[in-house]
C-alpha cells in the first residue's frame, strides 16, 4: 500500500500521538468494519516501521535538512520518476477550434 507511491529508499512515517488520536475516533464509531479496517492499517504500519514516536508538532517544528550534494552530473534516486522520454515535454500544436472556425 504504501510502497507503491514512495521510491524505493523512502520510508513514509506517521505519529504515534496522530494515529492513538485516529484509534481512539474510530473506537468511539462503534463501527466493526470500520475498526477491523484501521486495526489492518496500524498493524501493517507498525510490521513496515511506519509509525514514528515523535509529536506531530516536534516534526512540523523540526529544522529542514538540506540533503548532501552530489558531484556534477549525478541525480539523486527519486528523480526516477520523471519522464524521461525523447521530447516528452515539447509542445504539440494543439488544433482547438475558436469562433472563426464556428461562424
Not at 462503534?30 to 511506519?50: G, Q, W
Request: charged content about 30%.
Amino acid at each position: 500500500m504504501l510502497s507503491n507511491d514512495a521510491p524505493k529508499n523512502s520510508l513514509q512515517t506517521f505519529n504515534r500521538n496522530v494515529l492513538d488520536k485516529v484509534k481512539s475516533a474510530v473506537e468511539n464509531l462503534e463501527d466493526p468494519e470500520i475498526t477491523l479496517d484501521f486495526n489492518r492499517l496500524y498493524e501493517t504500519l507498525v510490521k513496515e516501521n511506519h509509525i514514528s514516536d515523535d509529536t506531530l508538532d516536534e516534526q512540523l517544528c523540526s529544522e529542514i535538512q538540506m540533503p548532501p550534494k552530489l558531484p556534477s552530473g549525478e541525480r539523486y534516486q527519486s528523480g526516477s520518476f520523471q519522464d524521461r522520454r525523447e521530447g516528452w515535454n515539447q509542445r504539440r500544436p494543439s488544433r482547438r477550434p475558436g469562433l472563426v472556425d464556428l461562424i
